[in-house]
């Protein structure tokens, strides 16, 4: 991120906007993103799998990596939005692209009232309020199975073909098309925000609460519309997979899932839009590969990992990557990724 | 400004707050004119940094009276006073360690300007927020290392981010608690230099223990003592008074 001083600097606004531009290695990314379609299509409803959770990762990160607010709770959003979008669809309504509207809008409707409590408060109160709201929204729906069919699972879930074309098929292409697609729409949308005075305000948040109220800013406000988007988006993660599996367990609200995609974060590096997708897809793939090993005791090499991140690398995969980048000898073979592609200020240019 | 000529920039009256049986602050009644520099000064404990915190609305009064403009603010919180024109700087830095002082002074012109719920444009986009931040930090002389993160400024350059930050809030009053606070002499100059040239119209009062910087750069002089306010006068006045000798200079300065 601290690149664009060694470039030398121009002025306070070419210097903000070169921090907004796209860079050479982003570009790279998203086109890898489409290389499963050639090189794995037999795992493309594991890649389909990957960018959902990579989008509730990039959920967690807008909360957590910007503006410091912890959550272990954060499934309760996702799962709000898997079972809005599966209860919608059973009950007549299979149209996947307003279903997913809708899921997201009721998950962001339940985030935006979860966060009057949660603009209270900071820190360790955080981590048990999200806790307990997690807990406590898993029992509803265990509790309510007339409703969300308990703990066997909503049944009956049948989606339209996408926008009437695309059936989600056995091979899960449209599935991986529908996912990739709703990420990077939502990762824009995110990159803008980040990008944004709203967002330079978050980052003040998470850097000095004090602060921002001796320079006039009110927290809570931010944090109230923050949590909301991140529930929202968080709920459209949920409701991809819903609408791609066509079922709906008791496991997207579980503490597990809350627990795993914070250990993506943190493995990936918080607060870099990027750590949550890189840490979706390191452990997932780890995950598919060591269950495969050795189903019983997948969870140990993950451990491992997550140890040795944490020991050595204290800002994630991302934060280590980033520092080596920025060294003498890496700034001389890879700085060119972290730079805009020579072609792409000629067209982008005039403002 | 339209507040009536002779309504001080900032008053109290019969400020009172006590911790437990320890009464930090005692009656206090001050009322600074608009645009006069202020040195508030005393021995360690008096009390100082607690009447700031009063005034800004960090710890709520258990009795008295805060105006600003002849504006009674007691009741608000310390966003809605910032909002208003009372702004204050810490004694220990308190600054956003990642950001680098581009975006946090552009951060408090956001704020300022009401445009930080703005979530859709890039901040690069409001020209006259970013150049607004960067002059300010060009005139503390922070140009120079304005992409740096803010942690890794040598620490009288972040003494000065903090006066920075207040600034681009558009103070009328100005509450500067130890200013050069833990930093070296031949450096704290630059400091008192950019104090100094503060506008006029900004009311400043800085808590400062450099008796030789306070006669120099103060037009009046508060002392405090055990909460109270001792006395309240020029420097001239101030460096004659013996009880002032007696509790804060000592035998020293005689």
Not at chain 1, 205 to 214: L, P, W, Y
Request: aromatic share 10%; hydrophobic share 50%; glycine share 12%.
């Amino acid at each position: 991120m601290s690149t664009a001083s060694a470039s030398g600097f121009a002025g306070p606004q070419q210097y903000l906007e070169q921090q907004a531009r796209w860079r050479t290695v982003e570009i790279v990314f998203w086109l890898c993103t489409l290389l499963p379609f050639v090189v794995a299509p037999n795992y493309l409803q594991l890649a389909s799998q990957i960018a959902i959770t990579a989008l509730f990762a990039l959920s967690l990160d807008l909360i957590l990596g910007y503006a410091g607010i912890v959550s272990l709770g954060h499934a309760a959003f996702f799962g709000f939005g898997a079972y809005t979008a599966g209860l919608l669809s059973k009950h007549g309504w299979g149209e996947p692209l307003t279903g997913l509207l809708l899921s997201g809008l009721a998950a962001g409707l339940l985030g935006y009232a979860v966060s009057f409590i949660i603009a209270r408060f900071r820190h360790l109160a955080l981590i048990m309020i999200t806790l307990g709201f997690g807990l406590l929204l898993l029992e509803l729906a265990n509790s309510a199975s007339g409703l969300t069919g308990g703990a066997d699972g909503l049944q009956g879930v049948k989606m339209w073909p996408l926008l009437g074309l695309f059936k989600f098929d056995l091979w899960g292409v449209t599935a991986y098309w529908y996912s990739l697609i709703a990420l990077f729409v939502l990762f824009l949308v995110s990159r803008r925000l980040i990008n944004s005075p709203f967002g330079l305000s978050l980052r003040g948040i998470r850097e000095n609460a004090v602060r921002m109220r001796a320079i006039g800013a009110e927290s809570r406000p931010h944090i109230r519309t923050i949590y909301t988007i991140s529930a929202a988006i968080a709920g459209v993660a949920g409701a991809i997979l819903t609408q791609t599996t066509e079922t709906v367990s008791l496991g997207v609200l579980s503490f597990e899932r809350s627990a795993d995609v914070l250990v993506m974060l943190i493995l990936g590096g918080a607060g870099r839009l990027y750590g949550g997708l890189i840490g979706a897809i390191i452990f997932m793939i780890a995950r598919d590969w060591f269950s495969g090993v050795n189903p019983q005791y997948w969870y140990l090499p993950i451990g491992v990992l997550l140890i040795a991140v944490v020991l050595f690398l204290p800002n994630g995969i991302l934060g280590g990557v980033s520092q080596l980048v920025n060294t003498e000898r890496g700034q001389r073979w890879f700085g060119w990724l972290t730079l805009p592609p020579a072609w792409l200020p000629s067209w982008r240019r005039g403002a | 400004m339209n507040t009536p000529a002779g309504t001080p920039a900032l008053s109290t009256s019969g400020l009172n707050k006590r911790f437990g049986s320890l009464v930090v602050a005692n009656e206090i009644g001050i009322a600074l004119p608009q645009g006069v520099r202020y040195a508030l000064i005393g021995p360690n404990g008096a009390g100082k940094t607690t009447l700031i915190n009063l005034m800004t609305g960090m710890l709520q009064p258990d009795g008295g009276h805060i105006l600003l403009g002849g504006e009674d603010i007691t009741a608000l919180g310390p966003e809605q006073r910032v909002s208003r024109g009372l702004v204050r700087t810490f004694q220990i830095n308190s600054l956003f360690p990642h950001l680098n002082p581009l975006e946090a002074v552009t951060l408090a012109v956001c704020e300022r300007e009401k445009i930080s719920r703005v979530w859709w444009r890039t901040t690069a986009g409001y020209r006259a927020a970013v150049d607004e931040a960067y002059d300010i930090l060009k005139s503390l002389l922070l140009a120079p290392v304005c992409t740096r993160e803010t942690r890794e400024l040598a620490y009288g350059q972040q003494r000065l981010l903090e006066i920075a930050l207040a600034l681009a809030t558009r103070p009328k009053v100005l509450l500067l608690d130890e200013p050069a606070a833990g930093v070296p002499r031949d450096e704290s100059t630059e400091l008192f230099t950019a104090i100094n040239s503060l506008s006029k119209d900004i009311t400043v009062l800085f808590i400062e223990h450099d008796m030789e910087l306070v006669f120099r750069l103060a037009s009046r002089i508060i002392v405090m003592v055990s909460g109270g306010i001792l006395l309240e006068g020029t420097p001239d006045e101030i460096s004659a008074d013996p009880r002032v000798r007696e509790v804060y200079l000592g035998g020293a300065h005689g």
